[in-house]
């Protein structure tokens, strides 16, 4: 029977159509171009994300305050091997350290020791993060940590003041992630390096929701759009990459 041919009850072929036609726009993501084509909302999405999506990729949902026990958990040293992390980024005593996506300050204050001449700038989204990172910063003393409140777009990160800017577990939840990367462009010196510590998108193994992890390809796309060039990625972690790049000689800021 041809539904689409109905004599005797016409409504019924109206009514197809127009089921027809909605599930094709929701199958098609129902998408609403923003902010300069930049971005697209979609009405269907993954659950774990916001359904807004950036060069292909749907931004996944912040992990808020409520959750900051996870960044703080005793099987963190081995799981992610974070004191190698720090170690494998080269500081220098002098240097200035961005951490955007601070948190409780875990990767921060380990920063913070190896460049006792300099400081990190630890940046958060979350007063609530800002506090308790505060309180850490206090308790151990570390007077060469400045916490920075910075905005969904942006890092809030003086100009020409940064040597390297470090994203630990945090790009993939930006809600704006071009401006911020925008914003983290402008705060590096001239030849300044990013660091994104992701884990490995590439692996369906590692027991981390899909948008919670990226690939190589995805984040160096993203990278490149804000001028960055890739430099090296270090594969010494069991789980996550570590991605560098580096200020490009043409990019102002």
């Not at 920063?111 to 151990?140: C, H, S, T, W």
């Not at 409140?149 to 890092?155: D, F, Q, R, V, Y």
């Not at 003086?158 to 911020?180: C, K």
């Not at 884990?199 to 960055?228: C, D, S, W």
Request: glycine share 10%; no cysteine; charged share 25%.
């Amino acid at each position: 029977m041809n539904f689409l041919r109905v004599k005797k009850y016409p409504w019924v072929r109206l009514v197809i159509i127009a089921l027809i036609l909605w599930l094709g726009l929701m199958l098609s993501g129902a998408g609403v171009v923003t902010n300069g084509n930049i971005y697209e909302q979609r009405t269907l999405h993954s659950p774990d994300g916001i359904g807004k999506f950036y060069m292909g990729r749907e931004i996944a949902q912040v992990m808020g305050h409520l959750g900051a026990s996870w960044l703080e958990r005793p099987s963190r040293e081995w799981e992610e091997q974070p004191a190698l992390l720090v170690e494998s980024l080269g500081l220098k005593p002098a240097d200035v350290v961005a951490d955007i996506g601070a948190g409780t300050g875990y990767i921060s204050l380990m920063m913070a020791q190896k460049v006792p001449q300099g400081k990190v700038l630890a940046v958060d989204v979350q007063p609530e993060m800002i506090e308790m990172l505060e309180n850490f910063k206090k308790r151990y003393n570390f007077e060469n940590v400045e916490t920075i409140l910075g905005t969904e777009s942006n890092p809030n990160l003086p100009e020409n003041s940064v040597d390297l800017a470090i994203m630990v577990d945090a790009y993939h939840e930006f809600a704006y992630p071009r401006e911020m990367m925008e914003g983290i462009v402008r705060g590096l010196k001239a030849r300044g390096r990013v660091v994104l510590v992701e884990y490995r998108g590439e692996n369906p193994f590692i027991a981390i929701k899909a948008l919670h992890k990226m690939t190589q390809k995805q984040v160096k796309k993203e990278m490149a759009a804000v001028g960055l060039v890739w430099k090296e990625t270090i594969g010494v972690l069991p789980q996550q990459h570590i991605l560098v790049f580096e200020k490009g000689k043409n990019v102002e800021g």
